[in-house]
Nanobody, 119 residues
Framework: QVQLVESGGGLVQPGGSLRLSCSASGSIFSINAMRWYRQAPGKQRELVAAITSGDSTMYVDSVKGRFTISRDNAKNTVYLQMNSLKPEDTSVYYC?????????????WGQGTQVAVSS
């Protein structure tokens, strides 16, 4: 059994910052890519940022220069540092990871954490 648990969401004013965390636990052998997605009401879920096991990163254009994805492999945790937040960043943020257990290789999702940017 593997679980991904996100934390760090909340309400912040435009221009503010938040740091999201997502920790994986359970019978984990290794973790490959880890990602952050977001989904606003009435919109499709979009990939925001991703990081490979070798620390290569990618970002959607709308967050480049403002968001930073990182990971701590010892803690099986991925982070998303979000700076200069805008109202359009308001969404539920989900983490996602490619996890190899001792019996399978599965993409797992977290339950989501709400980020609201408003004055």
């Amino acid at each position: 059994q593997v679980q991904l648990v996100e934390s760090g969401g909340g309400l912040v004013q435009p221009g503010g910052s938040l740091r999201l965390s997502c920790s994986a636990s359970g019978s984990i052998f290794s973790i490959n890519a880890m990602r952050w997605y977001r989904q606003a009401p009435g919109k499709q879920r979009e990939l925001v940022a991703a990081i490979t096991s070798g620390d290569s990163t990618m970002y959607v254009d709308s967050v480049k220069g403002r968001f930073t994805i990182s990971r701590d492999n010892a803690k099986n945790t991925v982070y998303l540092q979000m700076n200069s937040l805008k109202p359009e960043d308001t969404s539920v943020y989900y983490c996602n990871a490619d996890i190899r257990t001792y019996s399978a290789y599965v993409v797992y999702w977290g339950q989501g954490t709400q980020v609201a940017v408003s004055s």
